[in-house]
């Protein structure tokens, strides 16, 4: 099978308490399995960070009900593309349940501050493989 690897940020309309987003998690890792999606979630100042992966169907299918879910706002798609393999195999949808280090954020973003819309496609990429080392 073939693995698509998509990354989307987005703004929840209203403030999530760290219990908010881990149901949110939880919901989407029994909807996950099922779908052979794999994937990781950063919520972080009220800011949405996410990759998806599995069939370009699947994904998809996914993205668009992402982008019609009244949770979130400003939705933008960072990055898709065709990989070689998952960089989460593991994980339905794994949680990032801590804030990335200050010292990644001051990497990445130039107000110090995370807001993930401003990635390019590259440097969301990156900041994936950074947020994977640091937290799997």
């Known amino acids: 099978m073939r693995i698509f690897r998509l990354i989307y940020c987005s703004r929840a309309k209203k403030v999530?308490?760290?219990d908010d987003v881990k149901d949110l998690a939880k919901e989407s890792m029994q909807k996950n399995e099922a779908?052979?999606?794999?994937g990781i979630l950063l919520y972080s100042?009220?800011?949405f960070f996410q990759?998806?992966?599995g069939s370009q169907e699947e994904v998809n299918?996914?993205?668009l009900k992402i982008s019609q879910d009244q949770r979130h706002g400003s939705?933008?798609?960072l990055y898709y593309e065709q990989v070689n393999e998952r960089l989460f195999p593991s994980w339905n949808?794994?949680?990032v349940q801590t804030e990335p280090s200050q010292d990644l954020i001051n990497r990445y973003f130039e107000h110090c501050k995370f807001v993930p819309n401003l990635l390019s496609p590259s440097q969301a990429e990156n900041f994936l493989y950074e947020l994977k080392e640091m937290f799997f």
Do not use: D, T, V, W
């Open 51 to 53: 990759s998806i992966e």
């Open 16 to 18: 999530l308490n760290f």
């Open 45 to 47: 100042n009220n800011q």
């Open 75 to 77: 939705i933008k798609l």
């Open 93 to 95: 949808m794994g949680l």
């Open 61 to 63: 299918e996914l993205y």
């Open 35 to 38: 779908k052979a999606i794999s």
